[in-house]
T-cell receptor
Framework: EDKVVQSPLSLVVHEGDTVTLNCSYE??????LLWYKQEKKAPTFLFMLTSSGIEKKSGRLSSILDKKELSSILNITATQTGDSAIYLCAVLSNFGNEKLTFGTGTRLTIIP | NAGVTQTPKFQVLKTGQSMTLQCAQD?????MSWYRQDPGMGLRLIHY???????DQGEVPNGYNVSRSTTEDFPLRLLSAAPSQTSVYFC????????????FGPGTRLTVT
């Protein structure tokens, strides 16, 4: 059974801190790993990672995949209160019958 | 574009009742899916469709039916609601062959008493 595990489950930091969120996975026929941000409602897409060692960056957010360790990290630098959200990691697997398996998420709270 | 729309936003059912959650998208996406999100469980795939007339089961299909008669619509039917189906339901769509950048609807919060 495919599995995606995120840690920590929740994190509270002060504005300006840097945070690292972790995602590990066990899936068959791995295709790619995705990060989503979920605020009040529906998740919104952040990154898709397919190749190991190549960092994806968007502003203060960055992410990298380690296919040897079956894991990924999401870094957020100089955190702001608007970064408070649940961050979801998902793994896309299979070819022709694609399946997206989600982790439980990390709830990040930024204190002003 | 409205994107992905879901109705209703909230629903309370009694055990044994049936209902249909509606999902529609106006982006001409081939791939549509339904997820449920429970505390501590993340998002779990219920059913998905790769095009009109084609549906398949996801991780937790029991108690739910779907059909896809048009590209735009992908309704989810609860046949006989149970308290275990209390959850938040998200519909999502994306274009094939890249079902990764899924666009999610706003969700339906369902409570079964």
């Amino acid at each position: 059974e495919d599995k995606v595990v995120q840690s920590p489950l929740s994190l509270v930091v002060h504005e300006g801190d840097t945070v690292t969120l972790n995602c590990s996975y066990e899936v068959t026929n791995f295709r790619s790993l995705l990060w989503y941000k979920q605020e009040k409602k529906a998740p919104t897409f952040l990154f898709m990672l397919t190749s190991s060692g190549i960092e994806k960056k968007s502003g203060r957010l960055s992410s990298i995949l380690d296919k040897k360790e079956l894991s990924s990290i999401l870094n957020i630098t100089a955190t702001q209160t608007g970064d408070s959200a649940i961050y979801l990691c998902a793994v896309l697997s299979n070819f022709g019958n694609e399946k997206l398996t989600f982790g439980t998420g990390t709830r990040l709270t930024i204190i002003p | 574009n409205a994107g992905v729309t879901q109705t209703p936003k909230f629903q309370v059912l009694k055990t044994g009742q049936s209902m249909t959650l509606q999902c529609a998208q106006d982006m001409n996406h081939e791939y549509m899916s339904w997820y449920r999100q429970d505390p501590g469980m993340g998002l779990r795939l219920i059913h998905y469709s790769v095009g009109a007339g084609i549906t398949d089961q996801g991780e937790v299909p029991n108690g739910y039916n779907v059909s896809r008669s048009t590209t735009e619509d992908f309704p989810l039917r609860l046949l006989s609601a149970a308290p275990s189906q209390t959850s938040v339901y998200f519909c999502a769509s994306s274009s094939i062959p890249d079902p990764y950048e899924q666009y999610f609807g706003p969700g339906t919060r369902l409570t079964v008493t």
